[in-house]
């Protein structure tokens, strides 16, 4: 049973910072794109960002670019969101995600909430 | 950037009806997108990928089709189960965007 559990979460000034962590069980991990997804508190899902699985390439919602980085582990099943300069509009729920043949997500963790808030 | 249309926002339907939501790229994606399901307090879950390939264990009154920039989720004999928030996400190419959701509800 595939089973994806993010931590990290939790409340953090505005400009400071995160890191997510997604452990990852039930698969192959090294063998599959990671992503991130979010969700604003009532609003819809938003991508956030994507890591191939050798960790080589990655890609980025615009709205995060240059603030957040990705980067996975596949020796410990464990994929990394680094958050920073964060703002009110970064407060959500942030969702682990794998792929399945392309970037369409078939597994997706319970999520780990991010608040920004002085 | 292809930005993700759908429409309509929401709708209500009884229960046994067809609906249809429809999902609009604003640039030929193939057949790259997907639909989820999120029902309330839930987490996303995917209903189908490649526009029409419905994923294992999703019942057949979901189907989907279309490519290039038109896209249609249909559910036939709508069930109270089926309340919740769909949205479509295209994956040809970063970004990754999804559309703004439709929520369904049973009248």
């Known amino acids: 049973e595939v089973q994806l559990l993010e931590s990290g979460g939790g409340l953090v000034q505005p400009g400071g910072s995160l890191r997510l962590s997604c452990g990852a069980s039930g698969f192959t991990f090294s063998t599959y794109t990671m992503g991130w997804v979010r969700q604003a508190p009532g609003k819809g899902l938003e991508w956030v960002s994507d890591?191939?699985?050798?960790?080589?390439?990655?890609f980025f919602a615009d709205s995060v670019k240059g603030r957040f980085t990705i980067s996975r582990d596949n020796s410990r099943n464990m994929v990394y969101l680094q958050t920073n300069s964060l703002g009110a509009d970064d407060t959500a729920i942030y969702y682990c995600?794998?792929?399945?043949?392309?970037?369409?997500?078939?597994?997706w963790g319970q999520g780990t909430l991010v608040t920004v808030s002085s | 950037d292809s930005q993700m249309t759908q429409s309509p926002s929401s709708l209500s339907a009884s229960v046994g009806d067809r609906v249809t939501i429809t999902c609009r790229a604003s640039?030929?994606?193939?057949?790259?997108l997907a639909w989820y399901q999120q029902k309330p307090g839930k987490v996303p879950k995917l209903l189908i990928y490649a526009a029409s390939t419905l994923q294992s264990g999703v019942p057949s009154r979901f189907s989907g089709s279309g490519s290039g920039t038109d896209f249609t989720l249909a559910i036939s004999n709508l069930q109270p189960e089926d309340v919740g928030n769909y949205y479509c996400?295209?994956?040809?190419?970063?970004?990754?965007?999804f559309g703004g959701g439709t929520k369904v509800e049973i009248k």
């Open positions: 890591i191939n699985p050798s960790g080589g390439s990655a």
């Open positions: 640039q030929g994606i193939h057949n790259s």
């Open positions: 996400q295209k994956y040809d190419d970063a970004p990754l965007t």
């Open positions: 995600a794998r792929a399945g043949g392309a970037s369409w997500y078939v597994d």
